[in-house]
């Protein structure tokens, strides 16, 4: 296997735009917010997402300046998922910038489609997504997506149904990988169609959004050279991994300031619970999972911004740790609160639902470590 050494150094505009997201997630992505969001099965409203996308630039950030972005790396859409990752603010922007942007971005497209969207997806004015995977909730490229793309008089139109879309019942724009004659490709669906059917899901983390959509005959727009949807969507995910490891990376983080927050001032037999060795020695594997995945992290993303040659495997192993972190620190959290942490009043266990959710988003620690190990004997 061939590989390419990344040497990075971290640049004070990370650092800057770390501290101006870590201040719009203190006042508007506060547990109140979220709660009521969720439980009224709320999409972000459209304020919250103008300050996000216009403001602080967030959803045009790997997105090229000539098409209306900021033109940064992904380091820097990781620092920004990984302070938002604190929270659980029901938000577009996972969906928006690494499946909707990233697609566009990655296909080879001659007619306008490519650059009509981009620079209203990196302005805020629409929200996108991706649909790709069958019921099970998986893409795997070696078998044809769940609907298929007929070509008529009129233009193309789709039928079939895909499962677990992020921000499905929502998004302006929907690209779908349907099967066509010369194999998978990519469509574009805008705004509501005719015979497009969108049902929200009932899903493990009602802090985010899924649903099934379902298309009978809709007419769509093709995005990209036919037959080519199965090598972009598996570049998509690749960059997805990279960017919801962040996401993790920062609920994580969350879940061991609480932990030491709350051993510091409860007590037990006249001590503070966090001056016994199980606490501390929980504490402590939480920290060196978390630094662990967080060093992969930004490795992984610089590798995305420069092409190297094991983007890939870096990916996987970031998404691997940071999942692995994530189910940790969430799960050591609960046991440290003791029997508060498992109350619904309690924010500990929204943490671990969406440990355990992203946990299986994009892959698998599992199907993770079985990439790199298949890309070592190459």
């Known amino acids: 296997m061939t590989t390419t050494s990344v040497h990075y150094t971290w640049p004070t505009e990370l650092t800057e735009l770390r501290d101006v997201v870590a201040a719009f997630r203190a006042r508007h992505a506060d547990e109140t917010t979220v709660r009521a969001l969720f439980e009224a099965s709320a999409p972000l409203d459209s304020r919250t997402w103008q300050i996000m996308s216009e403001q602080l630039g967030l959803a045009g950030l790997i997105v090229p300046e000539e098409l209306g ?25 996972l969906a928006t910038t690494t499946l909707a942007i990233g697609t566009l971005m990655r296909v080879d497209d001659s007619s306008s489609v490519r650059e009509r969207l981009l620079p209203a997806l990196a302005a805020g004015q629409i929200t996108g997504t ?37 921000d499905g019942d929502s998004a302006d724009l929907v690209l779908v990988a349907a099967d066509a004659e010369k194999g998978p490709s990519l469509f ?9 059917v969108r049902s929200p899901m009932a899903t493990l983390d009602a802090t985010r959004r899924q649903a099934r959509l379902e298309f009978r005959g809709v007419s769509v727009t093709p995005v990209g050279i036919l037959g080519t949807a199965a090598i972009t969507v598996d570049a998509v995910l690749t960059r997805a991994a990279v960017v919801l490891a962040a996401e993790q990376v920062g609920g994580a983080q969350y879940c061991l300031d609480a932990a030491v927050e709350y ?15 199980a606490i501390k020695h929980k504490c402590v594997d939480m920290y060196l999972d978390i630094e662990s995945a967080r060093a992969a992290v930004y490795y992984a993303a610089s590798c995305l911004t420069a092409d190297a040659a094991d983007a890939v495997s870096a990916a996987s192993i970031a998404k691997a740790l940071a999942s692995e972190a994530f189910t940790r620190a969430a ?15 309690h924010p500990a266990h929204l943490y671990f639902r969406r440990a355990t959710s ?11 470590n079985e990439s790199v190990a298949a890309s070592l004997l190459d």
């Open 69 to 93: 972005g900021v033109g940064a790396g992904y380091e820097y859409l990781a620092v920004a998922m990984e302070e938002l990752g604190k929270s659980l603010l029901p938000s577009p922007l």
């Open 358 to 368: 992203t946990r299986a988003l994009f892959g698998d620690p599992r199907r993770h």
């Open 188 to 196: 574009a669906v805008e705004g509501e169609v005719p015979g497009l």
């Open 130 to 166: 991706l649909a790709y995977s069958a019921e099970d909730g998986h893409w795997d490229p070696r078998r044809p997506p769940p609907v298929r793309a007929t070509s008529t008089s009129d233009g193309w139109r789709l039928d079939g149904t895909v499962h677990h879309v992020l």
């Open 263 to 277: 051993a510091g001032i409860r007590t037990q037999f006249g001590r503070a619970i966090g001056s016994y060795q």
């Open 331 to 345: 799960t050591d959290n609960i046991q440290i609160h003791g029997g508060i942490g498992f109350t619904w009043e």
